[in-house]
């Protein structure tokens, strides 16, 4: 089925793969029980006490799907993110495509590891994380919808902030 999928993706898109985006979900178990794979973790759905699976999906433009897995319920989100990259890379021989991915996989390990196989990225980042200095700084942009500003970093890395269209 996965197969069938990534051809499908291809086609549509012309055999170019640019830019993927990357994501997790969990999905519990109306059940206390655990095994191998279902285990209690941290749950998104305050399901704190149901077992749970993580589904990582590797997605090109437009929601076309590449591949997924399925990892433990109990495993940190960010610790999926580069051992899938690198497995889809090798099954669908995809090149270096353009990262996408939410602030729950931003790590400096992630980072050091996208850099270091060569990779371009854009991950979400949570400005709580950021220094007093550059928290005000990004608090200054007057930003109307569809605007964005740009803030070089001291470690090269650069912060885009946009205000969405709401």
Do not use: W
């Not at 060569?118 to 709580?128: D, E, N, T, V």
């Amino acid at each position: 089925m996965e197969e069938i999928s990534f051809k499908h993706t291809k086609k549509v898109l012309r055999g170019k793969i640019n830019v993927v985006f990357y994501d997790m979900t969990t999905l519990y178990f109306e059940s206390s029980d655990e095994d191998d794979l279902r285990k209690t973790g941290f749950s998104k759905d305050g399901k704190h006490q149901c077992p749970q699976i993580f589904l990582g999906l590797l997605v090109a433009s437009a929601g076309n799907p590449i591949g997924y897995e399925i990892f433990e319920g109990n495993i940190f989100e960010g610790d999926t993110f580069i051992p899938l990259l690198r497995r889809m890379e090798e099954r669908y021989k995809l090149g270096k495509p353009v990262i996408i991915a939410d602030a729950g996989l931003l790590s400096k390990k992630n980072i050091s590891s996208l850099t270091m196989d060569g990779y371009q990225y854009i991950l979400g980042a949570r400005p709580k994380n950021e220094t007093e200095v550059l928290k005000q700084k990004i608090l200054s942009f007057n930003l109307k919808d569809g605007e964005y500003a740009v803030i070089e970093k001291e470690d090269k890395t650069r912060l885009i902030i946009t205000k969405g269209i709401m």
